[in-house]
Structure formats: C-alpha cells, structure tokens
C-alpha cells in the first residue's frame, strides 16, 4: 500500500498522515482554550496582558504536542535533552531572572494587587503606574522619574497601593493654648469641615481634644475623603483651619519656656542681703 511506503527510516506516509491530524487536533485543542481563558478574564485584566496570556497558552499546547510528536518521527526528545545539555544550563542560569519575572508578571495579571493608574509604593519608590509588561512595571514616580521595576521584586515586596480603596482617611493634631476656648475651635473646625464638598459625611469626620500638652491643648482631627481627592483636601484644610482659628482669636500654640540666669539670680540675692543689712542698722 501507498501509506506503507516508507519515507526514510522506519517513517511510513500513515506515520506522517498521523502526525499531521495530531497537530491539528492540538492547535485546535490550543485555539479553544485560548478562548476560553479570553472569555473568562476579559473583565479581569487589560486587553494586552490577556493577549500575551493567551498566547503563552496557545504556544504551550502547541509545543507539548510537537514534542509528543517527534517519537514517531524517530526523533527522541532525551537525544535533543543530551546534546543540548550543557546550552540548556548556560541558558538556564542566565534566564532565571527572567524566568522568575515573567512567573511573577502572569501572578500579578492573575491577582490584580494593582493596575495601571494606581498610586502606590513599592518598598522607597513611590509614584503612579504607568505600565505593567510581562516582566516589569513602569512606575512614574512624584518627580517625574520613570523608574522599571522587575515583577519579582514587585510581587514578593510589600506593596501599598494609596488608591485600591475608593476613600482614605487623613489626620491632624491642632494644638491651642489653655487660655483659648477649645470648644469653640472645635465647632470652627467642624464648620469648616462641613462646608467641603470633597469630606466625606459617612465615615463621620472626628473632632476632640485628645491630649493636654505640657504648651497647648492639642485637638485630632480625623477626616475621609475619596482617594482622589484626599491629598488636595488635606492641603487646603489645614491651612483654612490655621486662618480661621486666628480670625477668631484662637492662636496655634507654640513651646515656651521661663530662663532664669545665674548672674541675675546673685544679683537678686546681693541686692536683698544689703536691703536686709540696712533696715537692721536703722
């Protein structure tokens, strides 16, 4: 027969007929799956990382069904896995760094711990996202530094992602002096407080003395605001409440200390024994 024909070695035409309708069946296998995933993270990750997902999955399945192919074309992967051996180290060692970026880069596509436009710091560097590539994330910082981060040290480092939650909380302690009245400042406070659009009323600011200092009475201020707004807000209320409190007569307190000299002591004290000495010789 036609099929039995063999073409060199111990491979026929069926063999070969074989092999393609197996590669076939595994880049359709592959297709499928691709899709799949696609379908299931669409609203999960940007188009782009869910581009280069699907396709490390695509190739994967394409790869694991040409290896299992090449047996019955005569060709052993164990023979390929000897001769490559020591190429296959050489590589190994060099790749590891990024073989460990690109395992953290598809976790950090999976987990979503951050995403682009995201204010956050990552160990010192601090900034905004610009990108997360397959291996690295590009961080623009408060300077206007692009600084390129590898997605190990992202992921296995501590991140504080400043937006994640739609609000934030920011606080001060004010501090008066004992002779102003601290309810007053506390309703100034509130007042102003309520007349900002972006403070939030739910969470409840707060408002209270919470220490009495050895200069001042010193008042906490808790307030939220969306994370978008809150650094503004924080900016601008602070200085309003130093204004107002002035305006009404309510002074920022600052320390103060009494210094007496030690000449000015003996001074004191050799101008009182002489008074003394007089009014017994009278």
Known sequence: MILDTIIYG????LDLLWIAVGLIIATLLAKVVALNIKRSL????????LEIITKVVYYTIIIIAVLLALPALGIHPSNLLVAGGVVGIVI????QSIV???????????????????QLRVDDISGFVEDIHIVSTIVRTYNGLYVRIPNEKVFTGIITNYVANIARRFEYVVGIRYSDDADLAIEIIEDLIDAQP????KP???VFVDNLGDNSVNLH?????????WYNLKMELLWGIKKTLEENGIEIAFPQRVVWF???????????AESGSSGNSL
């Open 262 to 272: 030690a000449d000015e002591l003996r001074k004191r004290e050799v101008g009182g």
């Open 10 to 13: 111990d491979v026929t035409i």
């Open 198 to 201: 972006f403070a939030l009323k």
């Open 100 to 118: 460990g970026n690109l395992i953290s880069g598809l976790f950090l596509m999976f987990e979503r711990p951050i995403k682009i436009g995201d």
């Open 92 to 95: 190994g060692f060099a790749s």
């Open 221 to 229: 201020i808790r307030i939220w605001a969306p994370a978008t707004e």
């Open 204 to 206: 409840s600011p707060q």
């Open 42 to 49: 669409k609203n999960r990750m940007d188009r782009d990382h």
